[in-house]
């Protein structure tokens, strides 16, 4: 069973930065796809960012230029670099893994505010 634990999440003020963290207890070089989404208040899940296991890495149109997301293989963590926040960023970020045949895990999730 794959685990996904994040951390990092907190308040912040506008143009503030935090940095995610998300720990997984498998290799990430095995997934095929790990990274993260959000889910802001009263709203659905929207993908942010992800690597795909040939490395590449995706990202939201709402999020790039801010937000970067990178790994550590070695500690089989991944970790989300949020610049310059937005009150729309407000949401509770979770780590997701995507594995074959169509399988997904999910972290528990961290929630991250931004206050104006």
């Known amino acids: 069973q794959v685990q996904l634990a994040e951390s990092g999440g907190g308040s912040v003020q506008v143009g503030g930065s935090l940095t995610l963290s998300c720990a997984a207890n498998?290799?990430?070089?095995?997934?095929?796809?790990i990274g993260w989404h959000r889910q802001p208040p009263g709203k659905q899940r929207e993908f942010v960012a992800t690597?795909?296991?040939?490395?590449?890495?995706h990202d939201a149109d709402s999020t790039r230029g801010r937000f970067t997301v990178t790994r550590d293989n070695a500690k089989d963590t991944i970790y989300l670099q949020m610049n310059n926040l937005k009150p729309e960023d407000t949401a509770v970020y979770f780590c997701?893994?995507?594995?074959?045949?169509?399988?997904?895990?999910w972290g528990q999730g961290t929630q991250v505010t931004v206050s104006s």
């Open positions: 690597f795909t296991i040939s490395g590449t890495t």
């Open positions: 997701h893994v995507y594995m074959l045949p169509n399988t997904h895990y």
């Open positions: 498998i290799s990430i070089a095995t997934t095929n796809a």
